[in-house]
């Protein structure tokens, strides 16, 4: 009785912890999702985060609801196994129903999937193969793969439950004849059904394993081969229709009582599988493929190079580039739009620069600097810009109280901005934006930055604490939020919700939270974007713009997927577009999604979640001017173009032709060169605009074959290649870095000034096109070695066989075009006067030359100080 009682109790505990364990994780997922549509209702994308959650509830409830059935008829099969037997026990309900409740979770993450599968829309492109729409691969065969796979799941989870059963009520028999006498017809028929499962699951298997062959990486390329297409692709119909007829005979077997025949059938599958889908590809690909490959491949390859260009969007106009190398100073006075925006600043020491100069206190954090372009003082300017955040990290210790951290120290303040090309005499750069307030040449109305990339931790605004705005002298200027962004903390319910979210007891306990305060969260803006739209991929470098006054965050997003058929493969996927610019308001959070290009996968999500994406009609003039090309994206594209540019299959089997990313010397390392953004005029166009460029290798070579531009302004988003002469040597960017490095007088500054202990620091080299020509532009900074500002200390340019350095761009451009040089007096028969007045003169001229830092005249002033003092010396001895 008392040992009863203890079982009872026992149940009692179990059940009671059961239940609080639920209702303790349901409480907290009630909770999560109700601040975040708080949050989502604040952006006023409630109905985003409603679609979401419908989409993961509906694939839950139909996956919950299959798992629990066939769980259950397992359950009653063995039930009903046990009651034949005579020795009936009971399974807990409550286990089928919780494997059910685990599985559905788990498959219920791949909401995504099922979101592609009920909207798919065409790409108006069959797969050469199968005559299928691309959109089958894309968005409805994933899904199908999943389904699959949940009933793998279910059937070996199925199986193992029914072994454990089985053995635990038959683990009495000894022997096999025994349990073969014993065992109920409703046992035998229940394993042949879950045996018929198995041989059902791979014929489906098989059968959509199929359509994988065409982004496998068998043939000569991504995609399938002739072996595939005549050799795989008929062996694996053979297995499908093979495991099928198993599944019948197996069924037949349990009905028979000879389900103990069954192994044979698997033996029998396997060797198919392993001869037909194995070996037999192996022969036919060793001797019949391989010595004749490009004739039996050559097709397939065409699918390749087409499938892949369309996948990376490389529909490039391609243009001949002459090359003519007949540059002039009338040229470059034609291209003032061009040479005036080449960027002598590179983005890595003016990091430095930028920190030094203006991050004004310790708790401001100058994280990046961007490339953009404005119009200053009427003329079109490429620009680099950087936002100048607050990290309560930076805050001293003493000074992290919850009141600073979440209260009063809320938001950054301006940008800093310079042109790429314009220094002042110090070698610094000349800020158009500076300060704080910001002040300059472009006018920052609201310069609060509450959104930003260092922005992680939660503020609360509008309390009765005021926030620190800026510093001025030695005091604070102090503000209150004013703007529209958070989720209104407008009851206590509310705030205890809150308080539960972040574990902070201070949301119910502090004086300064009133009903009008609001709560900013997800404050970083990759978080911020990746809550609201998770399928979507973000660029890794989002830049801030100043449009109409305001600062915005532009944020580039694309779409990708990893089934695209012939498709090469870049590591995670094998198609990828850019069809979306999120613009983030660093005052009030707000978060637009413009669909600047509209292709199927962001049509599928249009479909599915509309109140989302604002149509490019809609974006203002202001805003479209800063939307840019995305690196990222154009190094993926360039990459893939270095192979896939080859029009002819037989050129692309035997990589005649393939090219190289450049590389070029940064510092002292040799790295692999960047694309970088340009202002150009192009050579059938007649107006400047803004490009990202970047030019090729041949592989293993050093010059330049080609050079392949993304436009930004007019015609978004176009790509065009420009190729060289064939045959025509176009130095590339190690050439050009060799030929500085083996310059004796450049070679001898750099030797100097590392002498006297300043780090010389070589910037990007710049391959800059005009007019049929190429002109190479390399900034030099020197930094000395106690400091961390870094100054331009000079600019190398090179054109054909003339290499100069000077202290600035145009003074370089003066010395390679030829235009006015101070002329020295040349004295044929030099007498001791002469002689002396000449060594005074280039003595005074060095002294000049020493005082504005061009230290190549300074050299070359001295060498002929030299030269005239042994001649004076000679006379004097004569």
Do not use: C
């Amino acid at each position: 009785m008392g040992k009863q009682f203890e079982i009872g109790a026992d149940k009692k505990t179990v059940l009671f912890l059961a239940i609080f364990v639920t209702l303790l994780v349901s409480i907290t997922i009630v909770l999560r999702l109700y601040t975040e549509f708080l949050w989502f209702e604040s952006l006023n994308l409630d109905s985003v985060f409603i679609a979401m959650l419908y989409y993961k509830f509906i694939l839950f409830i139909v996956f919950f609801i299959v798992a629990f059935a066939l769980f259950s008829l397992n359950h009653y099969a063995l039930q009903k196994a046990s009651y034949e037997f005579g020795k009936p026990y009971k399974l807990p309900f409550l286990a089928s129903l919780s494997i059910a409740l685990i599985v559905a979770l788990f498959f219920s993450r791949l909401w995504l999937q099922y979101v592609y599968f009920m909207n798919s829309v065409d790409f108006n492109l069959k797969d050469p193969i199968f005559g299928f729409d691309v959109s089958f691969y894309a968005f409805k065969l994933p899904f199908i793969q999943t389904i699959l796979s949940f009933f793998l799941v279910l059937l070996l989870l199925a199986i193992l439950i029914s072994a454990a059963y089985y053995t635990f009520i038959f683990g009495h028999v000894k022997s096999f004849d025994e349990l073969k006498d014993q065992f109920p017809l409703t046992g035998y028929i229940h394993i042949s059904l879950l045996l018929a499962g198995v041989f059902i699951y791979i014929a489906s298997y098989f059968y959509f394993a199929r359509f994988n062959l065409l982004v496998s990486p068998h043939g000569a390329v991504m995609g399938a081969g002739y072996t595939d297409v005549h050799i795989r692709l008929p062996a694996m119909e053979l297995i499908t229709v093979l495991s099928l007829l198993f599944a019948v005979v197996v069924v037949y077997l349990g009905y028979k009582r000879n389900i103990d025949k069954t192994p044979i059938l698997f033996i029998i599958l396997a060797v198919a599988i392993i001869l037909s889908i194995v070996a037999v590809p192996a022969v036919v690909q060793k001797l019949q493929v391989e010595p004749n490959e490009l004739v039996k491949e050559e097709e397939y390859i065409r699918y390749g190079i087409d499938f892949t260009r369309f996948a990376y969007g490389l529909d490039i106009k391609k243009m001949y580039y002459s090359a003519e190398d007949n540059l002039s100073v009338d040229t470059i006075g034609r291209n003032r739009g061009t040479m005036d925006n080449v960027r002598i600043w590179d983005h890595r020491p003016l990091l430095n620069v930028y920190r030094q100069m203006q991050q004004i206190r310790t708790y401001y954090s100058i994280n990046d600097v961007d490339v953009d372009r404005y119009y200053v003082d009427g003329k079109y300017t490429q620009v680099m810009i950087t936002p100048r955040e607050l990290s309560t990290d930076l805050l001293s210790p003493r000074a992290k109280t919850w009141l600073n951290e979440h209260l009063i120290f809320t938001h950054g303040y301006g940008v800093v901005a310079s042109p790429v090309n314009s220094i002042t005499k110090e070698g610094l750069p000349d800020l158009i934006i500076e300060d704080i307030p910001p002040k300059g040449k472009i006018a920052v109305e609201r310069p609060e930055i509450y959104y930003g990339e260092l922005t992680t931790n939660y503020v609360i605004v509008k309390t009765l604490q005021k926030e620190f705005d800026y510093p001025l002298g030695e005091g604070n200027v102090l503000t209150t939020y004013n703007g529209s962004g958070g989720v209104k903390l407008d009851s206590y319910f509310k705030k205890l919700i809150f308080s539960i979210k972040f574990g902070d007891v201070k949301f119910l306990l502090s004086d300064y939270i009133t009903t009008e305060s609001s709560l900013m969260y997800h404050r970083n803006i990759l978080d911020r974007v990746s809550t609201i739209a998770p399928f979507l991929v973000y660029d890794r470098d989002p830049y801030i713009a100043v449009i109409d006054g305001k600062l915005y965050w532009i944020i580039d997003s694309y779409t990708t997927l990893d089934k695209f058929p012939y498709s090469a493969r870049y590591p995670a996927f094998n198609y990828i577009r850019n069809p979306v610019k999120v613009f983030v308001d660093t005052y009030n959070g707000t978060t637009e999604f413009y669909v600047v290009k509209e292709e199927p996968v962001i049509k599928v999500l249009m479909k599915a979640f509309p109140n989302l994406f604002i149509s490019s009609d809609k974006m203002s003039n202001e805003k479209r001017a800063h939307i840019r090309y995305p690196v990222d994206l154009f190094g993926i594209q360039a990459q893939i173009y270095a192979t896939f540019h080859m029009d002819n299959a037989k050129t692309f089997y035997n990589r005649e032709d393939v090219w190289e990313i450049p590389q070029e010397i940064l510092e002292d390392t040799r790295v692999e060169m960047e694309p970088y953004y340009v202002i150009l005029t192009l050579p059938e166009n007649n107006e400047s605009e803004f490009l990202l460029m970047f030019p090729f290798t041949p592989k293993g070579r050093d010059n330049i074959i080609a050079w392949m531009a993304a436009r930004s302004d007019n015609e978004y988003g176009e790509l065009r290649l420009y190729e060289f002469p064939k045959g025509q040597l176009i130095y590339g960017p190690m050439q050009i870095e060799a030929r500085i490095d083996q310059d004796p007088e450049i070679s001898q500054l750099f030797t100097l000034w590392g002498q006297v202990g300043s780090k010389v620091i070589r910037g990007n080299l710049l391959v800059i096109p005009i007019e049929n020509s190429i002109l190479y532009i390399e900034p030099v900074y020197l930094r000395a070695e106690n400091a961390q500002i870094p100054e331009l200390i000079g600019v190398i340019v090179v054109y054909k066989d003339v290499l100069v350095m000077r202290p600035t761009l145009d003074e370089a451009l003066i010395a390679v075009f030829g235009k006015e040089v101070k002329p020295e007096r040349i004295v044929e028969e030099e007498s001791m006067q002469d002689l002396v007045e000449l060594s005074v003169e280039l003595y005074n001229r060095a002294l000049e030359e020493a005082k504005v830092g061009n230290w190549s005249e300074f050299g070359e002033a001295i060498k002929r100080l030299g030269e005239v003092l042994s001649k004076l010396n000679k006379t004097v001895v004569s």
